[in-house]
């Protein structure tokens, strides 16, 4: 089984997006930067409903932060996981905030945060997917108290799940900084395990490591790449997996 991490970018790159996805052949994926919008985008975005169609799954999960108008429609911002097994259970838990319609970007705080739960069966096994885009600070990656408070909040929340775990996100830190170290003691870091130098893709100026694939000790890992295809500003890290 495979599957796929990725901030899309609100989907900016659409065209070339949509086509690469559709050659992905994974089984699950999790977008961060994702978009509900059901008017003309005139390719400047990408819902996460085409996402999916691309991807070739049909179990969508999408969770909006925020959302406003443009034009007439609503234009939703958050993050989507797609399977092709059912999901068994749902959640969006806030970590900071909570959703805020008729978003103001010049006056409202964007920091608005939460992750995504939903749970398959596969083999009579159970696999936990969760999905976060993490608090963001503008001039570094090393975090901060309320980075540490709501990474905290995950961790905990990861503790109490049965079964298999895998956790994707852009979460807006760098390895070395004690909120991604406080993950690691609980999950396998691949990104790090993997000595990935950056996961920005090169339409930035960025080279940091800042998306991550963790899983779970009981996740047999059979192979972990970072795509460097340019469809974001980031990269596309994948998984190939089995539960043991």
């Not at 996981?81 to 805020?100: A, C, D, H, L, W």
């Not at 408070?149 to 996100?169: A, E, H, M, N, P």
């Not at 979460?171 to 991604?180: C, G, M, Q, R, Y």
């Not at 940091?208 to 059979?222: L, P, Q, R, T």
Request: charged share 25%; proline share 1%.
């Amino acid at each position: 089984m495979k599957i796929m991490s990725l901030n899309m970018w609100q989907g900016r790159l659409e065209r070339v997006l949509l086509k690469h996805l559709e050659n992905s052949g994974v089984d699950f994926a999790c977008m961060q930067e994702a978009v509900d919008y059901d008017g003309q985008s005139l390719g400047l975005i990408t819902s996460y409903q085409k996402v999916g169609k691309s991807l070739g799954l049909h179990e969508q999960f999408f969770s909006k932060l925020i959302s406003s108008k443009l034009g007439d429609k609503e234009l939703a911002f958050g993050n989507a996981i797609y399977s092709n097994i059912p999901f068994m259970q749902t959640s969006t838990v806030f970590t900071r905030g909570e959703y805020k319609n008729d978003f103001n970007f010049d006056e409202d705080d964007y920091n608005i945060r939460a992750f995504q739960h939903v749970q398959v069966v596969i083999g009579g096994k159970k696999l936990n997917i969760l999905n976060h885009h993490g608090h963001h600070i503008d001039s570094h990656k090393l975090g901060d108290e309320e980075t540490m408070r709501q990474v905290k909040q995950l961790c905990d929340y990861i503790k109490g799940l049965d079964g298999s775990v895998i956790l994707c996100g852009d979460f807006n830190l760098a390895p070395e900084s004690e909120s991604i170290k406080l993950i690691d003691s609980c999950l396998d870091n691949l990104s790090v395990k993997h000595s990935l130098k950056t996961t920005r893709s090169k339409l930035t100026y960025k080279n940091e490591v800042c998306d991550y694939i963790f899983a779970s000790s009981d996740i047999k890992v059979n192979s972990f790449m970072m795509d460097e295809t340019i469809i974001s500003d980031h990269n596309a890290l994948i998984l190939d997996f089995d539960l043991v």
